[in-house]
C-alpha cells in the first residue's frame, strides 16, 4: 500500500466532515484513493494498491435526498484550510501537502454547489457518475467509480496525462485481472463515440490481448497477453 499513516488520517478526518455535513453521498471518490477504498473495503478480494499521492478527488453526484450542510466551517474545525481561486472558479481544502479537490464534467458549470464550494469542470468523467458502487469502510459509506469505470476512464484520458500517464498505465495493468467481462462492456457501450475511439487506441497500443464481444473471459485474456 502507497499511502501514509498521516495520509490515511487526513482521509478519514476529511470524510468525517463531508459524513457529519450529510455531503457524502453527494460525492464520488475518484482518482488514485478509490484504489485504496478497493483494497481496504474489499472491494476486490485480492486487489493490492501501489497508488501513492497526497491529492485527494471527489466527483460531484447529484443526490436529491441530500441536504448538505456548508463543509468549508466543518473542515475548518478539523484544521484543513480552504482557498478559492476566483480567476478559474476552483476551490481546494489542504493540510500540510495532502489537498482535497472537488470536479464535475466539463459540461457543466458550478459556480457554487450545494456543498458551498466551487467545483473544477474535467473532462470524460461524467460517465463515472451512472456507474459507482457503494463501499462500507471503517463505518462510512463511500461512493467510488465501478472498477470497469475507473479504468475506462484513466484510458479515455491517458494521452493527456503527460508525464502521469506511466503510472496511470501501471495501474489500470493491475486492475485488469479484476475486471468484470460484461460490466466492462457494458460502461464502454454507452461512452461518447469519441471516448470509445480513446479507449480502443489504449487497448491497442498497450493491451492488444483485450478484445471486447469476446467469449473469453477478460482476467484470462489478460493473463495470456502477460505471459507471452
Not at 468549508?72 to 480567476?87: P, W
Not at 457494458?186 to 498497450?206: H, T
Not at 493491451?207 to 467469449?215: A, F, L, N
Amino acid at each position: 500500500m502507497g499511502f501514509t499513516d498521516e495520509q490515511e488520517g487526513y482521509f478519514y478526518e476529511f470524510v468525517e466532515v463531508l459524513d457529519r455535513a450529510n455531503a457524502l453521498s453527494s460525492v464520488i471518490l475518484v482518482g488514485s484513493w478509490a484504489e485504496y477504498i478497493y483494497e481496504r473495503g474489499n472491494v476486490l478480494s485480492g486487489f493490492v494498491s501501489l497508488a501513492k499521492t497526497t491529492d485527494v478527488d471527489f466527483l460531484l453526484n447529484e443526490d436529491r435526498n441530500a441536504r448538505p450542510e456548508n463543509i468549508v466551517k466543518l473542515a475548518r474545525q478539523k484544521g484543513f484550510e480552504y482557498t478559492e481561486d476566483h480567476m478559474l472558479g476552483t476551490s481546494k481544502f489542504w493540510k500540510k501537502e495532502f489537498e482535497i479537490e472537488f470536479l464535475t464534467s466539463q459540461n457543466r458549470t458550478v459556480k457554487r454547489s450545494p456543498l458551498g464550494i466551487n467545483a473544477q469542470p474535467l473532462a470524460h468523467i461524467g460517465f463515472i457518475r451512472g456507474n459507482y458502487m457503494t463501499a462500507r469502510h471503517d463505518g462510512f459509506d463511500i461512493n467510488v467509480p465501478a472498477p470497469e469505470a475507473y479504468v475506462l476512464q484513466k484510458m479515455t484520458i491517458n494521452d493527456s496525462r503527460g508525464p502521469k500517464a506511466a503510472g496511470d498505465r501501471m495501474k489500470i495493468e493491475g486492475l485488469l485481472p479484476y475486471l468484470d467481462k460484461d460490466r466492462f462492456e457494458r460502461i464502454y457501450s454507452g461512452l461518447y463515440k469519441r471516448e470509445r475511439a480513446k479507449v480502443d487506441r489504449y487497448i491497442e497500443e498497450y493491451c492488444p490481448g483485450i478484445r471486447k464481444k469476446t467469449d473469453r473471459d477478460i482476467v484470462q485474456i489478460y493473463k495470456d497477453a502477460q505471459g507471452k
